[in-house]
């Protein structure tokens, strides 16, 4: 167990739905990242979080947008969803801004899946 | 670009046989390096990670990984696996620069036989 918390652990809805994914980090930890696994694409990093500001943006969509919280959760909005949405969103958490000599520890994971 | 390359996607092995996942990065600068592994239905599990020193790293459960500069490669490598080592393994890559995320590898799935 990593300490990273996600809910729910699975979903499924419909296309063009709105759904929304929760992640608690570690306690004490600042960062929240944000990953996508899906089969064509791999792991690919969406978004990463910073106390609260949002420090870097990957491949992330226009439909999709996160926040993180001041208790430090975050959360990821995937809205007018598409088959192609369908993934693993992992969540990691680190101390502070990530460099350095600084682990990602992941989350469970949230399986989406758009019918 | 930054990318990560996992030159095996599946590997089979018996119980007992050793083990060595390729992996090679193109980065520009310092980079960190990490292997995690996925065993089925769990979340990513970090094994072992460098940032600088020594550059062959221990991990957990018997793994360790050499930094080799001059051929931007990190393979993973165990002496004698176990059937509970079937999982998927990725490596990944951080410059230690001012990019906080993680690059992936595509992974390599090992199936280890009992």
């Known amino acids: 167990d990593s300490g990273v918390t996600q809910t729910p652990k699975h979903l499924i809805t419909a296309t063009g739905q709105r759904v929304t994914l929760r992640c608690s980090p570690r306690s004490g930890d600042l960062s929240v990242y944000w990953y996508q696994q899906s089969l064509d694409q791999g792991l690919q990093f969406l978004i990463q979080y910073y106390n609260g500001e949002e420090r870097a943006k990957g491949n992330i969509l226009e439909r999709f947008s996160a926040q993180q919280f001041p208790d430090l959760h975050s959360e990821l909005n995937l809205s007018s969803l598409e088959l192609g949405d369908s993934a693993l969103y992992f969540c990691?958490?680190?101390?502070?801004?990530?460099?350095?000599?600084?682990?990602?520890?992941f989350g469970p994971g949230t399986r989406l899946l758009v019918l | 670009a930054q990318s990560v390359s996992q030159h095996n996607h599946h590997v089979i092995l018996s119980e007992a046989a050793s083990l060595e996942l390729g992996c090679n990065y193109s980065y520009g600068g310092t980079v960190n390096l990490f292997w995690y592994v996925q065993y089925p239905g769990q979340h990513l599990q970090l094994l072992l990670k460098y940032f600088s020193g020594d550059p062959l790293v221990k991990g957990i459960k018997g793994f360790e990984a050499e930094f080799i500069k001059s051929k931007f490669s990190f393979n993973l490598r165990k002496p004698s696996v176990q059937w509970s080592d079937t999982a998927e393994y990725f490596c990944a890559a951080r410059s230690s620069g001012s990019a906080r995320q993680l690059t992936f590898g595509s992974g390599t799935q090992l199936t280890v036989l009992p």
């Open positions: 990691a958490s680190s101390k502070s801004g990530g460099g350095g000599q600084e682990t990602q520890y």
